[in-house]
């Protein structure tokens, strides 16, 4: 096993694109992956979590902010392959991660793959605390 | 009273789980919470490049760890 798992993913912009890199040692299955792949992604956030999603000060989301990143296989993709969510639940939900549940829903949106209230979503996450948990991507 | 066999037991329990299994991923108040997403705000304008150096989470649903954690 390489890598250090508590290594946070690497933000960066150039000409208007953002780009994110997961460190290695994040995965469970990262030893069957030898290849490095591009995915892109658009995020939405609904009423509760607009304002703060555009605010550049960190702060707290009211629960029922949900955060939703479309995985699509191209920049000119119409249907995303996955949707990674974020739901802020009611105090206490999970403590850790600031009462954030992490979903993975299929792209149609019709079923949960997956959800979790730790594990990978919160690891990579937790670099996050100082604003809630939550990547804020420069807007391009 | 009636005894339940072990086999019984076995199938009960065998039947719950795969009951709760379904209802977690047709968890339909979760689903309805993100209907219509996209016609929410959008934050990101363009799309983002994501790599996937030789990790991640939810490349594909295969890589994806248990529902248990």
């Given at each position: 096993?390489?890598?250090?798992?508590?290594?946070?993913?690497?933000i960066t912009t150039s000409q208007g694109t953002t780009k994110i890199v997961f460190p290695s040692g994040v995965s469970p299955n990262r030893d069957r992956k030898a290849d490095a792949r591009h995915t892109f992604g658009v995020v939405y956030a609904n009423d509760?979590?607009?304002?703060?999603?555009l605010s550049k000060e960190p702060?707290?989301?009211?629960?029922?902010?949900?955060?939703?990143?479309?995985?699509l296989s191209s920049p000119t993709a119409t249907t995303a392959d996955l949707l990674a969510v974020m739901i802020k639940r009611e105090q206490g939900f999970n403590r850790k991660a600031g009462d954030w549940e992490f979903l993975i829903v299929s792209g149609d949106g019709k079923k949960i793959v997956t959800r979790e209230k730790k594990g990978e979503c919160r690891r990579c996450h937790a670099g996050?605390?100082?604003?809630?948990?939550?990547f804020r991507e420069p807007t391009p | 009273m009636k005894k339940i066999s072990l086999k019984g037991l076995t199938l009960l329990a065998l039947l719950t789980t795969a009951g709760l299994v379904l209802a977690d991923s047709n968890d339909m108040a979760t689903l309805n919470?993100?209907?219509?997403y996209?016609?929410?705000t959008r934050v990101s304008k363009k799309p983002v490049e994501v790599t996937v150096s030789p990790v991640n989470i939810a490349a594909t649903p295969a890589d994806l760890p248990s529902p248990a954690d």
């Amino acid at each position: 096993m390489s890598g250090n798992p508590n290594q946070l993913p690497k933000i960066t912009t150039s000409q208007g694109t953002t780009k994110i890199v997961f460190p290695s040692g994040v995965s469970p299955n990262r030893d069957r992956k030898a290849d490095a792949r591009h995915t892109f992604g658009v995020v939405y956030a609904n009423d509760s979590a607009r304002d703060l999603m555009l605010s550049k000060e960190p702060a707290k989301f009211p629960p029922g902010s949900v955060i939703v990143r479309e995985k699509l296989s191209s920049p000119t993709a119409t249907t995303a392959d996955l949707l990674a969510v974020m739901i802020k639940r009611e105090q206490g939900f999970n403590r850790k991660a600031g009462d954030w549940e992490f979903l993975i829903v299929s792209g149609d949106g019709k079923k949960i793959v997956t959800r979790e209230k730790k594990g990978e979503c919160r690891r990579c996450h937790a670099g996050q605390a100082k604003s809630d948990f939550v990547f804020r991507e420069p807007t391009p | 009273m009636k005894k339940i066999s072990l086999k019984g037991l076995t199938l009960l329990a065998l039947l719950t789980t795969a009951g709760l299994v379904l209802a977690d991923s047709n968890d339909m108040a979760t689903l309805n919470q993100i209907a219509g997403y996209r016609q929410w705000t959008r934050v990101s304008k363009k799309p983002v490049e994501v790599t996937v150096s030789p990790v991640n989470i939810a490349a594909t649903p295969a890589d994806l760890p248990s529902p248990a954690d």
